[in-house]
Antibody, heavy 117, light 109 residues
């Protein structure tokens, strides 16, 4: 059974930092692109970042580029999202996602990030 | 960045048929955009209904189908059930990015 178990999240002040983690099981992690997606309260979904299998290709949405960084550790079947210089508008539920064009997408359970003073 | 457009809301009668669409500001949605369809119910994470235009997961009810229709990705629900009331999101691939549609709130009434 494919599982993506997230950790991290919480309350952080504007300008602060937070790291989200996502541990995968039930599939060969190292052969899949991994992604982060967020959903603002009561709003829709926004793709945030993607990383290929060995980390040689990385993409971020414009609104987080230079502040957020996706990374992965294939030995630990984990993907991470380092979020720096957080803003109020980054408040959202963040999901890790196995997303690979021609295969089923699997979602983590989500982690709420609240940026507020 | 491209904008992906969905109907904000649709209503279908129980047992009826409805088609949700997903358009792109850059032109026609094709199989090369690898469109996904997700269903989200309140308080839950989304789950995949359709991937790569028309492929289903084992948990996807047979009444859902995906296709390309008139330059858009389409999700057709045939024989709507009360439990199909939910928010539906499409997701489209572009070079170096994925873009979600704004979602369609489907009411079964």
């Amino acid at each position: 059974e494919v599982q993506l178990v997230q950790s991290g999240g919480g309350l952080v002040q504007p300008g602060g930092s937070l790291r989200l983690s996502c541990e995968a099981s039930g599939f060969t992690f190292s052969i899949y692109w991994m992604n982060w997606v967020r959903q603002t309260p009561g709003e829709g979904l926004q793709w945030v970042a993607s990383m290929n299998q060995d980390g040689s290709e990385i993409y971020h949405v414009d609104s987080v580029r230079g502040r957020f960084t996706i990374s992965r550790d294939n030995a630990k079947n984990s993907v991470f999202l380092q979020m720096n210089t957080l803003r109020a508008e980054d408040t959202a539920v963040y999901y890790c996602l196995r997303l690979d064009w021609t295969d089923v997408a699997f979602w983590g359970q989500g982690a709420l990030v609240t940026v507020s003073s | 960045q491209a904008v992906v457009t969905q109907e904000p809301s649709l209503t279908v009668s129980p047992g009826g048929t409805v088609t949700l669409t997903c358009g792109s500001s850059t032109g026609a949605v094709t199989s090369g955009h690898y469109p996904y369809w997700f269903q989200q119910k309140p308080g839950q994470a989304p789950r995949t209904l359709i991937y790569d235009t028309s492929n289903k997961h084992s948990w996807t009810p047979a009444r859902f189908s995906g296709s390309l229709l008139g330059g858009k990705a389409a999700l057709t629900l045939s024989g709507a059930q009360p439990e199909d009331e939910a928010e539906y999101y499409c997701l489209v691939s572009y070079t170096g990015a994925w873009v979600f549609g704004g979602g369609t709130k489907l009411t079964v009434l």
